[in-house]
């Protein structure tokens, strides 16, 4: 019964993570399509988040780049870690 149960929420939460991210992207159409409508221009929002995957070894590769997986803490293979994303 318990498993049941939680298959069912599992199923409820998909289903609204599928409306949610359906309901964006129609929504950046819309806009899209008024701004042309209008003759502006729609300029979409830039991601804020990336998920990093290291995925080769360190043989070969230079010391700066070396360092800068040391700071987003790669240091095996095929970790990875979210980073957040500015102008910089």
Do not use: C, D, W
Not at 13 to 35: G, S, V
Not at 64 to 84: A, D, E, M, P
């Amino acid at each position: 019964m318990l498993r049941k149960a939680r298959r069912k929420l599992i199923y409820e939460k998909a289903k609204h993570y599928h409306r949610e991210y359906r309901q964006m992207y129609r929504t950046e159409i819309r806009m899209a399509r008024m701004a042309r409508k209008a003759g502006n221009f729609y300029v979409p929002a830039e991601p804020k988040l990336a998920f990093v995957i290291r995925i080769r070894g360190i043989n070969g590769v230079s010391p700066k780049v070396r360092k800068v997986l040391q700071l987003l803490r790669l240091r095996q293979i095929f970790n990875g870690t979210f980073v957040k994303l500015n102008k910089a």
